[in-house]
């Protein structure tokens, strides 16, 4: 819900600027206009819905663990700071919503957003730090507005593009737009510098804890951002008359902007739920020595402890309540055993289908399309052994063992993964003609890779979390650049996807197979002992 | 992406436990126990709770005491010799709620 949360405003704040800093002063007609403000209006009213249901589950917790429901309590839980905060974030979108719809000028809207982002800061991290607290909430609200005006409006920039026809006013809007860019992108690095510094603390803050990884994942995701987004600033600025020639691309490489910027808003939504670096202790971080350590490669084994000599499963609602009150029970040798071998296996499927993926690029060697069929293996697999307290293999009913979160998060990657194979395999060998099958693939990677960078592994306390997250996120970052390389493949490579490639898809072709290559190895050196 | 979106994950490691008195797996004389935890970052007082948890099973939930800091949550109870956890739920400011355990004995 956070990471919607966050979405959603970006969306709805970036429409506003999008409209006020590009779509007005480059005169875009009124009948577009008033579509963007609509749709504008739209993520508005979706953040407001998000709100109220974020107030409620916040809520019924509280009302759940202390009984707070009646009388005295009642009052408690209303005059509570994230109930009032919450209730001014959705009452401010709530209005936002209905200025963008009823009142032309956008002055009125722009306040509405100003009183949104100061509920919205007041919800974050800098709310509750006990030090520098003035500082962290400038910044985190710079931090919000850089991420609105870029990722933000960029959507908007492409509908408007689309809804346009008139080339000057489609150059004039690309040019304000890029300008808007770089101002905002300046203001979320600073920010963003700045709030690293606090809530990392160090070098080791930030590779040696689990926040400091997803932060790192954080910087990567957003340096590939702006590679495709300095592309099409360099781009623009060759163009002086018709952007008719570089439209296309222009789009293209904004959709996988898009993509990978959805990426990193679960990420920034998953570090909202993560103690930052400088408050972790010794025990929970790990040093530069332990990551070499833990990265330099040794060949899987492939041995499995037997089923047998695994911990005995606890009762499922002990389970439950260890996920919630300790994070989930350390593991022993053996557990950790039964983990490794199942990622090696995993490795070796991804690395195979890595190869045969980039076999099928090869004249004469269809019969390598088949490769997406490897993931079907890997999704049983998963399903089978990645909870072997669970049914089949374990006494924990399988229906009941969904309400264990690491368990459901499992079960939703198998699905995910088999989905993928299925949907794949039938594009690779051209039995599913339904056009859009192709792009199932690349959103499957992202998605994937998203899960894998908000998955929780419940190891319990000590830092076998950050070894975990040592080895996954990476490979989520691989599964983002793939899904990103395979979108504009094939959305360069023309309708069909069968034509004459261009040189950005001839590129992009080439990464996701390197992307899946690179997994399988990670997987294959996986470790947690 | 929607069911991604609506899968639970652990907010466990947001309002932090630096220290607590007592300490986990630490042994205190009763009868009287004083309760102390403290946090990474301020944690609203009033709307968090602590349950006592006896060796039997039976729960307790402890009346709050003024906070001695921003960051604190405090508590106390009259206890006989035996096997306790203190289970806490803390809300802090910013709307995330956490939980954690500490087992500890009165001698």
Same mark, same amino acid.
Request: proline share 6%; hydrophobic share 50%.
């Given at each position: 819900m956070r990471a919607l949360s966050f979405a959603l405003e970006a969306l709805s704040f970036g429409g506003v600027f999008f409209l006020l800093f590009a779509a007005r002063p480059a005169q875009l007609r009124p009948e577009p206009q008033m579509r963007l403000r609509r749709i504008a209006s739209r993520f508005a009213l979706a953040l407001a819905i998000t709100q109220f249901v974020l107030i409620a589950t916040t809520s019924a917790m509280l009302i759940g663990g202390s009984g707070m429901g009646s009388g005295k309590g009642l009052l408690d839980l209303l005059s509570a700071a994230y109930f009032i905060s919450g209730t001014a974030f959705a009452i401010a979108s709530l209005a936002l919503f209905l200025l963008l719809r009823l009142v032309s000028r956008l002055a009125p809207s722009l306040l509405a957003l100003l009183i949104a982002l100061a509920a919205s800061v007041s919800l974050s991290h800098a709310a509750s730090r006990m030090d520098h607290r003035p500082l962290l909430l400038i910044l985190t609200a710079a931090h919000h507005l850089g991420m609105s005006a870029w990722l933000g409006a960029l959507p908007f920039l492409l509908v408007a593009l689309k809804l346009n026809s008139d080339a000057e006013t489609s150059r004039q809007m690309a040019k304000r737009f890029s300008a808007m860019a770089v101002a905002s992108v300046t203001i979320l690095v600073f920010a963003g510098a700045g709030l690293s510094w606090f809530y990392a603390g160090s070098w080791q803050g930030m590779y040696g804890t689990s926040y400091g990884l997803l932060l790192s994942a954080k910087i990567v995701l957003t340096a590939l951002m702006l590679t495709l987004g300095a592309g099409n600033y360099f781009l623009l600025r060759r163009v002086n008359v018709n952007l008719a020639p570089i439209l296309a691309r222009l789009r293209r490489f904004s959709e996988a902007e898009i993509g990978l910027g959805i990426t990193v808003i679960l990420a920034a939504a998953s570090l909202t739920a993560q103690s930052p670096s400088v408050d972790e202790t010794p025990q929970d971080t790990i040093t530069g020595r332990q990551v070499i350590e833990r990265m330099e490669w040794r060949w899987p084994g492939f041995h499995t402890p037997a089923l047998a000599e695994l911990a005995p499963p606890t009762p499922l609602s002990v #389970?439950?309540?260890?996920? &919630?009150?300790?994070?989930?029970?350390?593991?022993?040798?053996?557990?950790?055993? +039964?983990?490794?071998?199942?990622?090696?296996?995993?490795?070796?499927?991804?690395?195979?289908?890595?190869?045969?993926?980039?076999?099928?690029?090869?004249?004469?060697?269809? +019969?390598?399309?088949? *490769?997406?069929?490897?993931?079907?293996?890997?999704?049983?697999?998963? =399903?089978?052994?990645?909870?072997?307290?669970? *049914?089949?293999?374990?006494?924990?009913?399988?229906?009941?063992?969904?309400?264990?979160?690491?368990?459901?998060?499992?079960?939703?990657?198998?699905?995910?993964? #088999?989905?993928?194979?299925?949907?794949? *395999?039938?594009?690779?060998?051209?039995?599913? /003609? +339904?056009?859009?099958?192709?792009?199932?693939?690349?959103?499957?990677?992202?998605?994937?890779?998203?899960?894998?960078?908000? /998955? &929780?592994?419940?190891?319990?306390?000590?830092?076998?979390?950050?070894? #975990?997250?040592?080895? /996954?996120?990476?490979?989520?970052?691989?599964? #983002?650049?793939?899904?990103?390389?395979? *979108?504009?493949?094939?959305?360069?490579?023309?309708? &069909?996807?069968?034509?004459?490639?261009?040189?950005?898809?001839?590129?992009?072709? +080439? &990464?996701?197979?390197?992307?899946?290559? =690179?997994?399988?190895?990670?997987?294959?050196?996986?470790?947690?002992? | 992406m929607c069911a991604l979106l609506l899968l639970p994950t652990a907010a466990f490691a947001h309002a932090h436990l630096v220290s607590s008195t007592p300490a986990a797996k630490a042994t205190v004389h009763g009868p009287a126990v004083a309760f102390e935890l403290r946090f990474n970052s301020r944690v609203d007082g009033r709307r968090s709770v602590l349950t006592l948890v006896m060796a039997d099973g039976h729960t307790q939930t402890l009346t709050m005491d003024k906070q001695s800091g921003e960051a604190n949550l405090n508590a106390h109870a009259t206890l006989t010799p035996g096997n306790y956890t203190l289970r806490w739920q803390a809300l802090s400011t910013d709307g995330h709620i956490t939980r954690g355990e500490i087992p500890f004995s009165v001698s």
């Open positions: #389970a439950v309540r260890e996920a &919630t009150y300790t994070g989930g029970s350390a593991s022993d040798a053996n557990d950790r055993a +039964w983990s490794e071998y199942n990622h090696h296996w995993a490795g070796l499927i991804v690395l195979a289908a890595g190869a045969l993926a980039f076999v099928s690029r090869l004249p004469r060697q269809r +019969w390598a399309g088949y *490769w997406p069929l490897l993931f079907l293996c890997l999704a049983i697999f998963i =399903l089978l052994r990645a909870d072997p307290e669970c *049914w089949p293999l374990g006494p924990r009913p399988f229906w009941a063992s969904f309400t264990a979160p690491d368990v459901l998060e499992h079960r939703a990657c198998a699905v995910l993964v #088999a989905a993928f194979a299925l949907f794949e *395999w039938g594009v690779q060998t051209g039995r599913l /003609h +339904w056009p859009r099958a192709r792009f199932i693939f690349p959103v499957l990677c992202v998605a994937g890779g998203a899960l894998l960078l908000t /998955h &929780t592994h419940a190891l319990g306390e000590g830092n076998g979390e950050v070894y #975990a997250e040592l080895s /996954h996120t990476p490979i989520a970052l691989l599964g #983002a650049v793939a899904g990103c390389g395979r *979108w504009l493949e094939l959305r360069f490579d023309g309708s &069909t996807g069968s034509g004459r490639e261009s040189g950005p898809s001839r590129m992009a072709a +080439w &990464t996701w197979p390197a992307c899946l290559i =690179l997994i399988g190895l990670l997987l294959l050196n996986y470790r947690e002992s | -």
